[in-house]
């Protein structure tokens, strides 16, 4: 199975930013972490990370026609806000989606508790830090049948 994981701003920060919340793990650890799974799963994955709105539209969007079986997508701070984003995963319903947040979203500001993403998702994991994104991956091979 292709599982295609995305990043959105500031997690390539990890380790850097705001520990106490996000961790002292870096971003290196975030995608070897990811790599362990995968093997673990016999899957094949790819981890896209950016800063920038439209280049994850573009990667949601090539997803649909590279072989792209699965997606587990930390959007940052794009999941409050980016209806742009919504739609482009609302776009290709050929595959689970998976949204997932290391924190627990439910419990920060009051903006942070609103996805306009989830959605678009099949499911929403928060609050189990880094491993969120083991168990999100586990999701989508379970949703997609695998």
Do not use: W
Request: proline letters at 3%.
């Amino acid at each position: 199975m292709k599982i295609l994981v995305i990043n959105g701003p500031n997690l390539n920060f990890l380790g850097i930013r705001e520990k106490e919340i996000y961790g002292k793990q870096d971003y290196q650890y975030l995608l070897e972490l990811i790599g362990k799974k995968a093997e673990e799963c016999g899957c094949q994955v790819e981890v896209f990370q950016s800063n920038h709105e439209g280049a994850i539209i573009d990667r949601i969007q090539d997803a649909y026609s590279d072989g792209t079986e699965g997606i587990v997508i930390n959007p940052g701070a794009y999941t409050h806000y980016s209806y742009a984003i919504h739609d482009a995963l609302a776009s290709v319903t050929t595959m689970p989606k998976v949204e997932i947040h290391i924190s627990d979203i439910t419990k920060r500001e009051d903006f942070r508790k609103v996805s306009v993403t989830a959605p678009a998702c099949d499911k929403q994991i928060y609050g189990h830090g880094l491993e969120g994104y083991c168990m999100a991956m586990d999701e989508v091979i379970k949703l997609a049948g695998k």
